[in-house]
């Protein structure tokens, strides 16, 4: 077992990447329906992609591949 | 022209001194940001003008949803608890985003109580990944190429095998966070534990602002549980225990903890 801490940076990643996933997936929806469009969606996806692939990259730098093939967003994110 | 949402706030809690300039906020794509007052509602609404010519550069969403946690950081330094939207929301216009939240008044009254005094504190679960880096297991959950002998069945051994690791790691991740809820308990309101996108686990505890420093403390003294590293996130904005307020009330989904504060 690597019982090396977390660097600053590693650990900056991963309460950011928690953040992004707060904001965009939780929080109050007032309005009873999904605001983002389609393309909206998918424009989140591709830049939460594009983010949170340096967590991902640090993670794998750590060995844990074992979500490589996680989905970059919950399938219950792609609605309307 | 459409409006974005970022929070509410108790109209009360927002007027006493000193009175946060609100008209000095920027918001997503720099457009400042406005309070709207629903005086009868007793609820205030920090919003934005959505700028359409710049809503279709949407090359930087990411940053947008930053921009608009960074609005709900200001009104959280007011001193009030914001009860933050979920970025994306945008209404026709301010009478528009004014008659949705004026329709469920009641319940975001009842929310905004609920939440108050309070921030949003985390404790992400940090692992290494031990057995997945060890070079045999990287070679049992390793997916082969077709051309391979027996890709099929390797396939499938490489899928029993990453979902017998996920679910070692599921129950490992819930024990360490039972460990925690155990710890911050008297510390906290309300929990809610969730699992990103990435797999990674978290709970989120609603706490007093007067015990934010105790409940660091006690994250940073567990330091470690078994191959989890303990990351503490926040102060934020409550986004975990707002929910959703329908017209028929407030649904969330997380759970009390300490019912008694």
Redesign the interface.
């Known amino acids: 077992?690597?019982?090396?801490?977390?660097t600053e940076y590693?650990?900056h990643q991963?309460?950011l990447?928690?953040?992004?996933?707060?904001?965009?997936?939780?929080?109050?929806?007032?309005?009873?329906q999904?605001?983002?469009s389609i393309a909206?969606i998918d424009?989140?996806a591709?830049?939460?992609r594009?983010?949170?692939t340096s967590?991902?990259t640090a993670?794998e730098r750590?060995?844990?591949?074992?979500?490589a093939?996680?989905?970059?967003?919950?399938s219950r994110r792609r609605r309307r | 022209m459409p409006t974005h949402?970022y929070?509410?706030l108790v109209a009360d809690a927002a007027e006493k001194p000193p009175l946060p300039d609100v008209s000095g906020v920027l918001g997503v794509g720099g457009a400042p940001v406005r309070r709207l007052r629903l005086g009868a509602a007793g609820i205030d609404a920090w919003v934005s003008t959505i700028d359409e010519a710049r809503s279709l550069d949407?090359?930087?969403?990411?940053a947008r949803?930053?921009a608009?946690?960074a609005v709900v950081d200001a009104a959280l330094a007011t001193g009030g608890t914001p009860?933050?939207?979920?970025?994306?929301?945008?209404?026709a216009d301010d009478a528009d985003c004014i008659a949705?939240?004026e329709r469920?008044a009641p319940a975001?009254r009842a929310?905004l109580h609920r939440v108050a005094g309070c921030v949003?504190m985390?404790v992400?679960l940090?692992?290494?990944?031990?057995d997945?880096?060890r070079p045999e297991v990287?070679e049992e959950?390793r997916v082969p190429r077709s051309s391979e002998a027996h890709a099929g069945r390797r396939y499938l051994e490489a899928l029993r095998v990453?979902a017998h690791?996920?679910d070692q790691?599921r129950v490992e991740a819930d024990s360490a966070l039972e460990r925690v809820s155990s710890v911050v308990r008297p510390l906290v309101r309300e929990e809610s534990r969730?699992q990103?996108?990435?797999?990674?686990w978290?709970a989120?505890h609603l706490v007093p602002r007067e015990a934010v420093s105790r409940y660091r403390d006690a994250i940073r003294e567990l330091g470690?549980i078994g191959?989890f590293?303990l990351?503490v996130?926040g102060p934020?904005?409550p986004?975990?225990f707002?929910?959703?307020?329908?017209?028929e009330g407030i649904g969330h989904d997380s759970g009390k903890l300490n019912s008694g504060d």
């Open positions: 077992m690597s019982d090396a801490p977390l590693e650990e991963l309460v990447g928690d953040l992004l996933n707060h904001v965009l997936d939780k929080g109050l929806v007032i309005s009873g999904v605001t983002i909206d424009l989140v591709l830049d939460l594009l983010l949170l967590v991902q993670l750590q060995n844990a591949p074992r979500y093939d996680a989905p970059l967003l919950p | 949402l929070c509410l949407r090359g930087d969403t990411a949803a930053l608009h946690n009860v933050p939207a979920r970025f994306g929301q945008r209404f949705d939240i469920r975001l929310l949003e985390g992400l940090a692992e290494r990944g031990v997945a880096g990287l959950t990453r690791i996920d790691t969730a990103n996108a990435q797999g990674a978290s989120s470690r191959e590293q990351v996130a934020r904005g986004y975990s707002v929910g959703e307020a329908s017209a």
